[in-house]
């Protein structure tokens, strides 16, 4: 992760673990995610914005409620204040749209 001061947020570049999928949200309300090598899954929104929602109070339970995080690399000093505002100020949207 990286901050980006000219756009003011926190930019995640890409991670050689795991799965890449994509998440499209659709002109008809729904949500699309592609996932490789597999059909598209469909979703109306609000079960999309349920099933983040829950999995974002779930991680942000087990993260918080941890010891105090020390950041591994000097570099990551710069990025983890504005990771943690930004994943504040985003979940409390996505918690007033609900």
Do not use: T
Request: proline fraction near 7%; glycine fraction near 6%; include cysteine.
């Amino acid at each position: 992760m990286v901050y980006d001061a000219d756009r003011r947020e926190v930019r995640n570049v890409g991670c050689p673990n795991g799965i890449s999928w994509v998440v499209r949200h659709r002109p008809d309300g729904r949500v699309a995610l592609h996932f490789p090598q597999h059909e598209e899954l469909v979703l109306p929104l609000a079960e999309w914005r349920e099933a983040v929602i829950g999995f974002s109070r779930a991680v942000r339970e087990f993260y918080f409620g941890a010891e105090p995080k020390q950041p591994a690399i000097e570099s990551d000093d710069e990025w983890y204040p504005h990771f943690i505002a930004e994943w504040e100020r985003r979940h409390a949207r996505a918690l007033g749209a609900v």
